[in-house]
């Protein structure tokens, strides 16, 4: 499996250097192309999906999952008019000047691809192309993996729009591979090979993120990791009822995604008939609510469970400090929201909570790299350490490198 992994990230490295130097230009007609060809190959696309869809659903798989998994003319749709959209996102400088220094030398910040990057996930087919299309704008070659319940899906999608896409623009298609064998081995051996694939996105079930970002840095591979998600929607005394239901149901649209409402915090000092208004609010579109006393930890991730996505923690809480505190200690550090007409309240919350994303009478469900960053992610970080944090897209695939030059010549 080491080999198999080995040669697709070998055939990425010849082809990273030529679409390292590649124009703008080539670079934004490669995407247009992608966008072209998911229209022109969507029925081949779809009827790879529906297979995956009809061997998952044989396999007993849960309905979030399988919403995590389905394609249709819709998204595929939404998935080309986010590429085009892309290719007319302007690039950041190369260059950057710091400093002209007192000793007539100037300091320069260039940023410099990374050359490979890897990234694995699961179940999510869409994935294919948004990581395919960061990688091609960040001009970095990759090494695509994913399991068995998705691979004849993103088989379709590398070969029918993927690759076709980079040879019409002139670029090499062997600078995105897809690994074709599912096993889990794969995944162990995208994190062990550091001078081959010396970043790795990973993306999927909290447990599996773990070991394979603890694989990933025992190695030497940097990993940028999305384990866990779940909203908090904290509601506030001072929240204007109306708006609280909203939010809430518009973080509620789909259970299987990272940046749904996972747990909802209710103030003491919201009144009876408000907190009433929003566990029936919940109820009418079909969720089971887990109310006090719990007999899981809050931050339960319901999407992760089988059989009980449709699921929401409500707990109540002092104020806005309490309900930081909650969401800093209990959650994943995902994304967290406050509902309220009071600014004292909400700048006591937006400084509170630690998170990855934090808002202000706005869903939760924004913490996502098209609607929150207007192009597609790679995945959301949620670590605690400098890097890359939250959605994770092409202007942050970079290597930062320090250029020292005459301050009176010109750079580039």
Not at 19 to 30: F, G, V
Request: proline share 6%; with cysteine.
């Amino acid at each position: 499996m080491r080999d198999i992994v080995a040669e697709c990230a070998r055939s990425a490295q010849r082809a990273a250097p030529t679409l390292a130097s590649t124009d703008d230009e080539t670079i934004d007609a490669a995407l247009e192309a992608m966008a072209r060809h998911l229209t022109v190959s969507a029925a081949d696309v779809l009827a790879a999906n529906a297979a995956d869809i009809a061997a998952a659903e044989q396999s007993g798989m849960s309905r979030a999952l399988i919403d995590r998994l389905r394609l249709d003319e819709a998204r595929l749709t939404e998935m080309a008019t986010q590429l085009a959209l892309l290719a007319q996102v302007p690039f950041p400088p190369r260059d950057r000047v710091l400093e002209d220094r007192p000793d007539g030398l100037r300091l320069i910040e260039r940023r410099r691809p990374v050359g490979v990057v890897g990234a694995t996930f699961e179940a999510r087919p869409n994935v294919v192309v948004d990581v395919a299309s960061q990688l091609v704008k960040s001009r970095n070659a990759g090494v695509l993996r994913t399991g068995s319940a998705a691979l004849r899906s993103a088989l379709a999608l590398r070969e029918q729009v993927i690759a076709p896409a980079l040879g019409e623009a002139g670029l090499d298609p062997a600078a995105v591979q897809l690994v074709d064998d599912p096993r889990r081995d794969s995944a162990l051996a995208l994190v062990q090979q550091p001078a081959l694939i010396p970043l790795v996105i990973v993306r999927g079930s909290g447990e599996t993120t773990r070991i394979l970002a603890a694989e990933g840095a025992r190695h030497g591979v940097r990993v940028l990791a999305h384990a866990d998600g779940g909203g908090v929607l904290y509601v506030d005394a001072a929240a204007d009822p109306a708006l609280a239901v909203e939010l809430l149901v518009a973080g509620l649209d789909r259970l299987g995604v990272c940046n749904r409402v996972n747990l909802l915090l209710v103030a003491e000092g919201v009144p009876d008939r408000v907190h009433e208004a929003l566990l029936t609010a919940a109820r009418q579109r079909g969720i089971a609510l887990s109310l006090p006393p719990h007999d899981h930890p809050l931050g339960h991730e319901w999407a992760l469970d089988t059989g009980r996505e449709a699921t929401l923690t409500v707990s109540r809480v002092t104020g806005p400090g309490h309900a930081a505190h909650v969401a800093n200690q209990e959650t994943s550090g995902l994304a967290a929201t406050i509902v309220t007409s009071d600014e004292a309240a909400a700048r006591e919350f937006l400084d509170g909570y630690a998170g990855t994303g934090v808002f202000w009478n706005a869903s939760t469900r924004l913490l996502d790299g098209f609607k929150l960053r207007r192009v597609p992610e790679t995945g959301i970080n949620v670590d605690r350490v400098p890097g890359p944090r939250g959605p994770v897209t092409f202007a942050d695939l970079y290597l930062r490198q320090f250029v020292v030059i005459p301050a009176h010549r010109p750079c580039g």
